[in-house]
T-cell receptor, first 113, second 112 residues
Framework: GIQVEQSPPDLILQEGANSTLRCNFSDSVNNLQWFHQNPWGQLINLFY???GTKQNGRLSATTVATERYSLLYISSSQTTDSGVYFCAVEDGRSNFGNEKLTFGTGTRLTIIP | ETGVTQTPRHLVMGMTNKKSLKCEQH?????MYWYKQSAKKPLELMFVYSLEERVENNSVPSRFSPECPNSSHLFLHLHTLQPEDSALYLC???????????FGPGTRLTVL
């Protein structure tokens, strides 16, 4: 099956800093999502971005499908940004009705006041 | 986020108990999913339902039994679980399979 790797595994930053999280995947994808998991376990949708660039406030994401990677940018970090960030992809070879998301192992981000 | 709700939020059960997890989505979606998140492991897909029919069973032991009575509700029936089944169980829904998925808050399960 498709492999998803995220880097770095852990990141500790001072409040106000910028960060870039990376997601590499081993094959073509139909779907790519970025999630933020808060300390209570809730997965919050950040971006649905199989290709291109999107921005939402201090967050933006870029997926270069032909080179099999996606980047999540967080600018002017706040303590509430702490948590685990997951990338999840759907294999481009999935058949209709058989699509499923494969998750990476996540990047644990800690923002220090 | 009230689009996808899960109950209970926390559950402690013995290995001989029978319990059920409930998921409800208020988004008008046609696909629903169960995922398991164990410590130090990526989220694992367990089951997929599309229009109330199971379309994926990701090699899950039979002690986990899903039920989807309608497109808004999804259950996970648990019986004779093992301590290694302790995990966060997450429900998700999407407009249809292959579309953006939205997750519930999860049920944190501890098996004693």
């Amino acid at each position: 099956g498709i492999q998803v790797e995220q880097s770095p595994p852990d990141l500790i930053l001072q409040e106000g800093a910028n960060s870039t999280l990376r997601c590499n995947f081993s094959d073509s994808v139909n779907n790519l999502q970025w999630f933020h998991q808060n300390p209570w376990g809730q997965l919050i949708n950040l971006f649905y971005i199989p290709s291109g660039t999107k921005q939402n406030g201090r967050l933006s994401a870029t997926t270069v499908a032909t080179e099999r990677y996606s980047l999540l940018y967080i600018s002017s970090s706040q303590t509430t940004d702490s948590g685990v960030y997951f990338c999840a992809v759907e294999d481009g070879r999935s058949n209709f009705g058989n699509e499923k998301l494969t998750f990476g192992t996540g990047t644990r981000l800690t923002i220090i006041p | 986020e009230t689009g996808v709700t899960q109950t209970p939020r926390h559950l402690v059960m013995g290995m001989t108990n029978k319990k059920s997890l409930k998921c409800e989505q208020h988004l008008g979606h046609n696909a629903m999913y169960w995922y398991k998140q164990s410590a130090k492991k990526p989220l694992e897909l367990m089951f997929v339902y599309s229009l109330e029919e199971r379309v994926e069973n990701n090699s899950v032991p039979s002690r986990f039994s899903p039920e989807c009575p309608n497109s808004s509700h999804l259950f996970l029936h648990l019986h004779t679980l093992q301590p290694e089944d302790s995990a966060l169980y997450l429900c998700a829904s999407s407009q249809q399979t292959g579309y953006e998925q939205f997750f519930g808050p999860g049920t944190r399960l501890t098996v004693l």
